[in-house]
């Protein structure tokens, strides 16, 4: 605890309470449009939310602790969105007998060691460029968003350059401070939509069926490792902690299985989010950035409790203040990612095809753009730098034969 209480700062402490926020702005808008598509009603609603809530803090937690490093838990957005799709043909008991089965092939995988070969292969260069196109879109938002707020978001962008200059640790907390403001003063901030109350866990019987199995269990799988946890270690990797992948995987698998039957589809390391809690302006030292991480655990806990709660207060804040908080706490993310991936010149050429088609968006057979963005850019940096057969000599006409030795 006292180790804690020093290396506690007010900037690391900012940064996993933003990475909090951010994690709800999007990712549970997906949670809501599937539990919409699924007709459930709002008690199972609440206890979906407060199962995620609960269990990304009680991991994010935990792991940051154990590793002092800046671990953030989240919920599989690429999951969410698969089952806004299936929902809607499955019944809830069903749905949880495949979050089941999914989380306990992914601890398999966990405990198996696999998924750390596989990553201790990754070229560096290509890891990073396949973070740079993720975290992309989020820095082109920052902009798209002077469309509609242009005074908010270029207040807010203002603010970022000036702490920048003078005091770049605080400089997302700054622009935080400035948004909330302004929103407020300009009367942007809907308090009418505010509400007080709690969120209740509610036990959901899973049924089994080898079709949603099928269906559901293995997509979950395939979304979960390589959307969620590929370039999650990614951002860890990027930042320099050589935390083990092992134990982030089957500790988010375990705590899954158990806040299943609550409704809990998947916890998996989190990458957008995490990239705001390792960077400089979480803290300079790097070995003490775990605070973001047990920070940002605090305040799942607390959302997560007030689960009613937290869905107003993401109604009532102006959209284009959570798009301009997202880019500009992730602008220093891009900007190491970017580097990173053009850092090689043996592999600038893989690293860009990967930027370029994981920021495109695309998907094919249910994967995801990072998933083909890392086949993609693996494949080009194996066929650029595969080694050509060295040509045999070719000997010279004319040339003299050495001269057989006498035998002695």
Same mark, same amino acid.
């Given at each position: 605890?006292?180790?804690?209480?020093?290396?506690?700062?007010?900037?690391?402490?900012?940064?996993?309470?933003?990475?909090?926020?951010?994690?709800?702005? !999007?990712?549970?808008?997906?949670?809501?449009?599937?539990?919409?598509?699924?007709?459930?009603?709002?008690?199972?609603?609440?206890?979906?939310?407060?199962?995620?809530?609960?269990?990304?803090?009680?991991? !994010?937690?935990?792991?940051?602790?154990?590793?002092?490093?800046?671990?953030?838990?989240?919920?599989?957005?690429?999951?969410?969105?698969?089952?806004?799709?299936?929902?809607?043909?499955?019944?809830?008991?069903?749905?949880?007998?495949?979050?089941?089965?999914?989380?306990?092939?992914?601890?398999?995988?966990?405990?198996? !060691?696999?998924?750390?070969?596989?990553?201790?292969?990754?070229?560096?260069?290509?890891?990073?460029?396949?973070?740079?196109?993720?975290?992309?879109?989020?820095?082109?938002?920052?902009?798209?968003?002077?469309?509609?707020? =242009?005074?908010?978001?270029?207040?807010?962008?203002?603010?970022?350059?000036?702490?920048?200059?003078?005091?770049?640790?605080?400089?997302?907390?700054?622009?935080?401070?400035?948004?909330?403001?302004?929103?407020? *003063?300009?009367?942007?901030?809907?308090?009418?939509?505010?509400?007080?109350?709690?969120?209740?866990?509610?036990?959901?019987?899973?049924?089994?069926?080898?079709?949603?199995?099928?269906?559901?269990?293995?997509?979950?799988?395939?979304?979960?490792?390589?959307?969620?946890?590929?370039?999650?270690?990614?951002? @860890?990797?990027?930042?320099?902690?050589?935390?083990?992948?092992?134990?982030?995987?089957?500790?988010?698998?375990?705590?899954? @299985?158990?806040?299943?039957?609550?409704?809990?589809?998947?916890?998996?390391?989190?990458?957008?989010?995490?990239?705001?809690?390792?960077?400089?302006?979480?803290?300079?030292?790097? *070995?003490?950035?775990?605070?973001?991480?047990?920070?940002?655990?605090?305040?799942?806990?607390?959302?997560?409790?007030?689960?009613?709660?937290?869905?107003?207060?993401?109604?009532?804040?102006?959209?284009?203040?959570?798009?301009?908080?997202?880019?500009?706490?992730?602008?220093?993310?891009?900007?190491?990612?970017?580097?990173?991936?053009?850092?090689? =010149?043996?592999?600038?050429?893989?690293?860009?095809?990967?930027?370029?088609?994981?920021?495109?968006?695309?998907?094919?057979?249910?994967?995801?753009?990072?998933?083909?963005?890392?086949?993609?850019?693996?494949?080009?940096?194996?066929?650029?730098? @595969?080694?050509?057969?060295?040509?045999?000599?070719?000997?010279?006409?004319?040339?003299?034969?050495?001269?057989?030795? =006498?035998?002695?």
């Amino acid at each position: 605890m006292k180790r804690l209480l020093r290396d506690c700062s007010l900037s690391a402490v900012v940064a996993g309470f933003i990475a909090t926020v951010i994690s709800y702005a !999007g990712p549970l808008v997906i949670i809501f449009q599937a539990a919409k598509a699924g007709g459930l009603p709002h008690e199972l609603m609440s206890s979906w939310v407060w199962t995620i809530s609960i269990g990304s803090g009680v991991l !994010g937690i935990l792991l940051s602790l154990r590793y002092r490093v800046p671990i953030v838990i989240a919920w599989s957005a690429p999951g969410s969105a698969l089952l806004v799709t299936m929902l809607p043909d499955i019944s809830m008991n069903q749905a949880v007998g495949a979050y089941l089965v999914s989380n306990l092939v992914i601890l398999l995988v966990g405990l198996s !060691g696999a998924f750390d070969k596989v990553i201790g292969k990754l070229p560096a260069a290509i890891s990073a460029a396949m973070l740079a196109g993720i975290l992309f879109r989020f820095g082109t938002e920052l902009f798209v968003s002077v469309k509609d707020q =242009p005074w908010l978001v270029l207040a807010m962008f203002a603010t970022y350059l000036l702490f920048k200059r003078a005091m770049p640790r605080y400089a997302v907390m700054a622009v935080l401070v400035v948004g909330v403001a302004m929103a407020v *003063g300009s009367g942007e901030l809907r308090s009418e939509a505010l509400v007080l109350g709690l969120a209740k866990p509610v036990w959901i019987t899973p049924e089994f069926s080898w079709q949603v199995i099928l269906g559901v269990a293995f997509p979950l799988v395939m979304v979960a490792l390589t959307g969620q946890f590929v370039p999650g270690m990614a951002v @860890l990797r990027n930042a320099g902690y050589q935390t083990p992948a092992s134990p982030l995987i089957s500790g988010s698998a375990l705590g899954t @299985l158990l806040l299943a039957p609550f409704g809990c589809h998947g916890l998996n390391l989190a990458a957008i989010t995490a990239a705001i809690c390792t960077g400089k302006e979480s803290h300079e030292d790097p *070995g003490k950035r775990y605070i973001a991480g047990v920070s940002g655990g605090v305040f799942y806990l607390l959302l997560g409790i007030f689960g009613a709660t937290l869905v107003s207060v993401f109604t009532a804040f102006p959209s284009a203040l959570i798009a301009a908080l997202a880019g500009l706490a992730l602008l220093s993310a891009i900007g190491a990612a970017l580097h990173g991936a053009m850092s090689v =010149p043996a592999d600038r050429e893989a690293a860009l095809i990967t930027f370029l088609v994981t920021a495109s968006g695309m998907s094919l057979l249910g994967l995801s753009a990072a998933f083909w963005g890392l086949i993609f850019g693996i494949a080009a940096h194996l066929l650029l730098t @595969l080694r050509k057969p060295a040509a045999a000599p070719v000997k010279k006409q004319g040339a003299c034969l050495p001269r057989e030795q =006498p035998a002695r």
